[in-house]
């Protein structure tokens, strides 16, 4: 079946720490691609999104996320987390010619201080 | 300039009734989409509204159901709740020319009993 695969279920990071969150997509095709976070008590917020172009998306506070298409994967990175980066954050892919955004399962990010 | 507002922000409803939930659209907004997200898991696509017409529908039985309204708010309707429609129903609005910048609202927690 078609998914968004998002392989970490919990990351604990300490602060100043590097952040890497894998996302794998198998729809084929021309997709596009999103990173939202959803900080405690919030509302799902959009971190970056690819539409073509640039494979490197620059986001929001820091973040950013690579696509390779061969490898079917939109990753989320940041240098340097800090302990506000602790959030729920999902991976997201609209089909080509589909109205509607696949989520991944989310990843729990929790930074300590 | 108000966000995405979904009321109420919970309920508890028992096996077999029905319930309504209610968006608004953030301001300059005309496509409501609505999602359902369980325990754990990430936003699962429900259907979408434009022009106060089902544009696209996901993977969700006939009692599921929507409207949408000539000021472009909307609503989800579900029959004959079941236990597993337990989950954060969640309202999401973009405009036409932009529908993949979607913003979120806090969402609807049901609770069926």
């Known amino acids: 079946a078609q998914s968004v695969s998002q392989h970490n279920h919990h990351v604990i990071l300490s602060e100043a720490a590097s952040l890497e969150l894998g996302c794998n997509y198998s729809?084929?095709?021309?997709?596009?691609l999103f990173w939202y976070v959803q900080y405690p008590g919030q509302h799902l917020q959009l971190l970056l999104k690819?539409?073509?172009?640039?494979?490197l998306v620059k986001g929001i506070k820091g973040f950013e996320a690579e696509f390779i298409k061969s490898k079917f994967s939109f990753n989320l990175r940041k240098p340097s987390v800090q302990w506000s980066d602790t959030a729920e954050y999902f991976c997201?892919?609209?089909?080509?010619?589909?109205?509607?955004?696949?989520f991944g399962a989310g990843t729990r990010l929790t930074v300590k201080p | 300039d108000a966000g995405v507002t979904q009321s109420p922000t919970h309920l508890i409803k028992t096996r077999g009734q029905q319930v309504t939930l209610r968006c608004s659209p953030k301001?300059?907004?005309?496509?409501v989409s609505w999602y359902q997200q369980a325990l754990g898991q990430g936003p699962q696509f429900i259907f979408q509204?434009?022009?106060?017409?089902?544009?696209q529908r996901g993977n969700f039985p006939d009692r599921f159901s929507g409207h949408q309204f000539p000021n472009y708010s909307s609503e989800l309707n579900v029959n004959a709740l079941l236990l597993g429609d337990s989950a954060l129903y969640l309202c999401?609005?973009?405009?036409?020319?932009?529908?993949?910048?979607?913003?979120f609202g806090q969402g609807t927690r049901l609770t069926v009993v």
């Open positions: 729809y084929g095709g021309t997709v596009n």
């Open positions: 301001s300059g907004h005309d496509t």
């Open positions: 509204y434009y022009e106060e017409e089902e544009r």
């Open positions: 997201a892919v609209n089909p080509y010619n589909n109205n509607d955004m696949r």
């Open positions: 999401a609005s973009s405009s036409r020319d932009r529908v993949f910048e979607a913003f």
């Open positions: 690819y539409f073509s172009g640039d494979p």
